[in-house]
C-alpha cells in the first residue's frame, strides 16, 4: 500500500519546494515494536472471505478471484436437436448462473430425450445462435492476507486493509512466498556463515534466521526437512534462481555478496528465539513500495505509532549505508554538506554520517536510508 509522508517532511518539503534539493528519502524500517498496516489487493473483483473484525494469520486466504478463465462454447442446438431459435425455450439455468460439473445447462423431452450438461463447473456468461458459452477457471488466484492481525476494513470485493503490532524487520529482496513458524536463531554474529551444521531436523516448521549463505545445497536441506521460511543477511548472486523456486519463503537483508546482517537487525532477531514470526517474502516493488518483510506479533494493549515510508533526510537521524565500503553499516548524521565532489569526480549530494566504531565518513546521498 502506499506509504505515509511525516507530517514534519510535507511541511519543510512545502517551505523548502523552490530549493534545487528536496531530500525526502525511503525509510526502512527495523523496530521491536510498531503499528503496521497493510491493504492487499486483488488484481480484479473477487470473492473476500474476511469481515471487519476477524483476526487473520499471515498465511490465511482472505480473497479468491478468477484472473486465469478459460471459456468452453456448447452447441445447444445441435446438442438437443433443435433449430437455433428455439433453443431459449429450454434452457434450465440463467445467465451468470453457477453450474456445477455435470449439471445440466439445457433439456427437451418427448419421444427422444435430450440433455446438454456442464462438461466442467463453471459460469454460464452468455447464451445466443444456438450456443452456449460457459467460463470455467482452472486456476483461482488467492489473496493471503501477509500479515497476521486483525481485518481493519473491507474496501468492497477488491481489497482488504489488515493492522497488526509488533516488531517489524524489513528487508532488500523476497521469493514471493508467505510463511509462519517459531524464530529458530542460527545466526549467533552479524558476519555469521551459514553450513550444513546449523541444518537442525528438530527445528522442521520453523523460520530460520541466518548469515550469509552461497550455497543451494542448504536451501534445498531446509526443503526436506520442511522448515517454514528463511530470513538471510545475505546470498550469492548465483544461487538467487533456486532461491526463487524454493516453496518455502527467503528474505535477504542486506543483498548479495558477502555482507555481514546490520547491528538493528541482528540484535532484534537474535534476541527474538523461538517466538511466532510471520514471513513475508513478497518481490521488492520500488513503484508502489512493497518489499518483504517479517512480523512478530505482540498480543499486549500497548499502543504503538504507525511508521512513516518516507522522511527527512537531517542531522540526527539514524541511517543505514548501502553501498561498500560501509555497507550495511548503521550511523547517525551529524552534518548535511549539500552537493560535493567525491574523489571519483562525480558531484553529488551528500551527507556525513557518524559510524558506531565514532569513525566520520561522507556518504552520498543516494546510498543511505533512513531506519524508521
Known amino acids: 500500500m502506499a506509504g505515509r509522508v511525516h507530517a514534519a517532511a510535507v511541511n519543510w518539503y512545502n517551505s523548502c519546494k523552490d530549493e534545487d534539493t528536496i531530500m525526502l528519502i525511503r525509510a526502512t524500517h527495523i523496530l521491536p515494536l510498531t503499528t503496521i498496516e497493510r491493504r492487499r489487493v486483488l488484481p480484479v473483483a473477487g470473492n473476500i472471505l474476511v469481515r471487519a473484525g476477524q483476526e487473520v494469520t499471515a498465511d490465511e486466504v482472505i480473497a479468491t478471484a478468477d484472473i486465469h478463465a478459460e471459456h468452453i462454447t456448447l452447441d445447444l442446438a445441435r446438442g438437443l436437436g433443435v433449430p437455433k431459435g428455439k433453443v431459449t425455450g429450454y434452457l434450465r439455468r440463467t ?10 445447462i439445457a433439456s427437451r423431452s418427448g419421444v427422444v430425450s435430450r440433455t446438454v450438461r456442464a462438461p466442467q463447473a463453471g459460469k454460464l456468461v452468455a447464451v445466443g445462435g444456438g450456443q452456449a458459452l460457459l467460463q470455467v ?9 501477509g500479515i497476521p492481525g486483525t481485518v481493519f476494513k473491507v474496501e468492497g470485493d477488491t481489497a482488504v486493509v489488515i493492522q497488526t503490532r509488533g516488531a517489524w524487520v524489513q528487508g532488500l529482496w523476497g521469493n514471493g512466498k508467505v510463511g509462519v513458524g517459531g524464530l529458530y536463531v542460527a545466526a549467533k554474529s552479524p558476519d555469521h556463515v551459514f553450513t550444513i551444521k546449523d541444518v537442525d531436523p528438530s527445528q522442521r516448521g520453523q523460520v530460520m534466521f541466518a548469515g550469509h549463505c552461497a550455497d543451494v545445497k542448504l536451501l534445498e536441506q531446509l526443503m526436506q526437512i520442511k522448515m517454514r521460511g528463511l530470513i538471510l543477511g545475505s546470498m550469492e548472486t548465483r544461487i538467487m534462481p533456486a532461491a526463487a523456486k524454493m516453496p518455502y519463503p527467503i528474505m535477504v537483508l542486506e543483498g548479495f555478496g558477502k555482507i555481514p546482517i546490520n547491528d538493528a537487525a541482528f540484535k ?16 521488492y516493488n520500488r513503484i508502489n513500495g512493497e518489499r518483504p518483510e517479517a512480523v512478530i506479533p505482540h498480543g499486549g494493549e500497548i499502543s504503538a ?16 549505508i548501502l553501498r561498500a565500503p560501509y555497507q550495511s553499516s548503521i550511523g547517525t548524521v551529524t552534518e548535511v554538506l549539500g552537493v560535493t565532489q567525491l574523489p571519483n569526480g562525480l ?6 554520517v557518524t559510524l558506531s566504531t565514532e569513525e566520520k565518513v561522507t556518504i552520498p546521498v543516494a546510498n543511505i536510508e533512513i531506519l524508521g
Open 95 to 104: 445467465i451468470s448462473e453457477n453450474v456445477p460439473e455435470g449439471g445440466v
Open 268 to 283: 532484534l532477531l537474535s534476541t527474538s528465539g523461538e517466538r511466532e514470526i510471520s514471513l513475508n517474502a513478497s518481490v
Open 137 to 145: 477457471s482452472r486456476t483461482p488466484y488467492k489473496l493471503l492476507a
Open 305 to 320: 505509532s504507525m511508521p512513516v515510508e518516507l522522511d527527512m533526510l537531517d542531522v540526527g537521524k539514524r541511517v543505514r
Open 347 to 352: 558531484r553529488t549530494e551528500t551527507v556525513e
